[in-house]
């Protein structure tokens, strides 16, 4: 059976873990490396680090703080931000990230996500789409934090990518972001039954009403949670326990060594 | 004595986070970059991510494949991970026709975007699934691991081997039945990535660590 991934999203703004809400507003947190190595120890599934100005300055403070989180978590770590050609994502992936997510350099270079995946392998790239909802119930796709229009249709967006070479998405609803009021279970759906690569749904979690919503609703393969881990109100071990007296398989821990 | 490890360095994956996790698990990691360090090492473990094709002819510029096949006909021990056991293999269809090392009898095949009962399968396989260990009383690698242990699978491509006795442990996935790891005489494979699978995978390498 199929597990549901649990991946704490930390949003990074050098050398701090940060949080905002609809991707903006950031208030510091604490020191990322601490809270990465405590949700592997809680039993996350894996964790992406995204450096949330990388790409506003075009430049990517991320290595350090990469190297030194890879150094003590066994548990696959995704980074994104400011990642514009191969060398960056080979930086980044020699430093201890596993595979690497884009969304700018991919929307002003389609062609990137080809290379990154003949280079690396597919399951290397991930092609991080913000979306904002539109008045007639579609998407458009943003960058830059839910900043910039791309005019890019999310749908559309999501088929291209998977044909250029994206092995997965991490999709984040920029309207729920940060307002732990629920997925765009909607939006999830969308996306997940027209790809055919996972899809990890980011943006809204408060609960754990919400993750069955966007698992049986939204067929998110992996959900991605920020604040609602950050800030205490949920913890990994009981969201596992809910999810499976939901029916929803999740990994299984082993005992700390 | 520290028990040593060579990984083999040939410019692809993730070695940082295997040189940590063999630390972690009571090892000492080295980084094996020429046939040389090949030859004199007293255990290897070949990492490979990413095209099967690609992995290959980088060992191939490099040199090493025929230093890594002496090595492995020397006895001593050799793990290869997830590319890394898929180049174990005869051939490898991925991204047209490859040769792998010869190591043991078997194809790299793609899976099939379609699960058994026709209904659409993710690929990637990607995420955590549950090891079913064939001879829980036998195996080395796994000894201490409990079947239906969740390790870290990434791939497309899955190895098919042709002897049955070296398939190791198996994993579901859309209906079939994938080799996930392999046992052969001084030849261990994982399909999954032990340094991304928790402590389950930190045991896993514990194990390979005390093989001679």
Same mark, same amino acid.
């Given at each position: 059976?199929?597990?549901?991934?649990?991946?704490?999203?930390?949003?990074?703004?050098?050398?701090?873990?940060?949080?905002?809400?609809?991707? /903006?507003?950031?208030?510091?947190?604490?020191?990322?490396?601490?809270?990465?190595?405590?949700?592997?120890?809680?039993?996350?599934?894996e964790i992406i680090y995204m450096d949330i100005v990388a790409s506003l300055y075009g430049r990517n403070n991320l290595?350090?703080?990469?190297?030194?989180?890879?150094?003590?978590?066994?548990?696959?770590?995704?980074?994104?931000?400011?990642?514009?050609?191969?060398?960056?994502? /080979?930086v980044l992936l020699r430093a201890g990230a596993d595979k690497v997510a884009v969304n700018t350099a991919a929307v002003a270079n389609p062609e990137l996500l080809g290379q990154l995946s003949r280079r690396f392998g597919a399951q290397a790239v991930v092609l991080s789409i913000e979306a904002k909802r539109r008045p007639g119930g579609n998407w458009e796709a943003y960058t830059d934090n839910g900043r910039e229009r791309t005019g890019l249709d999310v749908i559309e967006w999501a088929v291209k990518a998977e044909q250029l070479g994206a092995g997965e998405i991490l999709?984040?609803?920029?309207?729920? /972001?940060?307002?732990?009021?629920?997925?765009?279970?909607?939006l999830v759906f969308a996306i997940s039954s027209k790809v055919n690569i996972?899809?990890?749904?980011?943006?809204g979690f408060g609960g754990p009403a919400h993750f069955n919503?966007?698992?049986?609703?939204?067929?998110?393969d992996a959900v991605a949670i920020a604040a609602?881990?950050?800030?205490?109100?949920?913890?990994?071990?009981?969201?596992?326990?809910h999810a499976r007296a939901s029916g929803i398989a999740v990994r299984q821990m082993g005992e700390p060594v | 004595m520290t028990p040593t490890v060579a990984i083999v360095d040939y410019g692809v994956g993730n070695l940082f986070s295997l040189s940590r996790a063999i630390a972690r698990a009571g090892g000492q990691p080295e980084l094996a970059l020429t046939a040389d360090a090949i030859m004199s090492a007293e255990r290897i473990i070949l990492p490979g991510v990413g095209a099967f094709g690609a992995c290959a002819d980088e060992l191939a510029r490099r040199g090493l494949i025929g230093p890594i096949q002496s090595y492995a006909a020397s006895g001593r021990p050799l793990l290869g991970i997830c590319v890394g056991m898929q180049l174990f293999a005869d051939s490898s269809e991925e991204f047209g026709h490859h040769q792998g090392l010869g190591l043991v009898r078997g194809a790299v095949r793609q899976i099939a975007p379609r699960?058994?009962?026709?209904?659409?399968?993710?690929?990637?396989?990607?995420?955590?699934?549950?090891?079913?260990?064939?001879?829980?009383?036998?195996?080395?690698?796994?000894?201490?691991?409990?079947?239906?242990?969740?390790?870290?699978?990434?791939?497309?491509?899955?190895?098919?081997?042709?002897?049955?006795?070296?398939?190791?442990?198996?994993?579901?996935?859309?209906?079939?039945?994938?080799?996930?790891?392999?046992?052969?005489?001084?030849?261990?494979?994982?399909?999954?990535?032990?340094?991304?699978?928790?402590?389950?995978?930190?045991?896993?390498?514990?194990?390979?660590?005390?093989?001679?």
């Open positions: 059976m199929k597990k549901i991934r649990i991946i704490p999203r930390l949003d990074v703004k050098h050398p701090h873990l940060i949080k905002g809400i609809h991707l /903006e507003g950031l208030r510091v947190i604490g020191d990322p490396r601490q809270y990465a190595e405590k949700y592997y120890l809680a039993g996350a599934d290595i350090e703080t990469v190297r030194n989180t890879a150094a003590d978590i066994f548990i696959p770590l995704t980074v994104g931000g400011g990642i514009r050609s191969v060398a960056d994502a /080979e999709l984040t609803s920029v309207d729920r /972001e940060g307002t732990r009021s629920g997925f765009d279970t909607d996972p899809v990890i749904a980011s943006g919503d966007v698992v049986q609703h939204g067929s998110a609602a881990f950050h800030y205490g109100d949920v913890q990994l071990p009981d969201l596992k326990r | 699960a058994i009962d026709g209904s659409k399968l993710r690929i990637p396989h990607i995420g955590w699934n549950e090891l079913m260990i064939c001879d829980p009383a036998e195996t080395r690698l796994f000894s201490g691991v409990k079947n239906g242990t969740d390790v870290y699978f990434v791939h497309s491509y899955s190895i098919e081997m042709e002897q049955p006795r070296c398939v190791a442990a198996t994993c579901e996935y859309g209906g079939y039945t994938l080799h996930a790891a392999l046992e052969h005489g001084n030849l261990y494979g994982c399909q999954f990535h032990p340094e991304k699978s928790g402590v389950a995978g930190l045991a896993i390498l514990g194990n390979f660590l005390r093989f001679t």
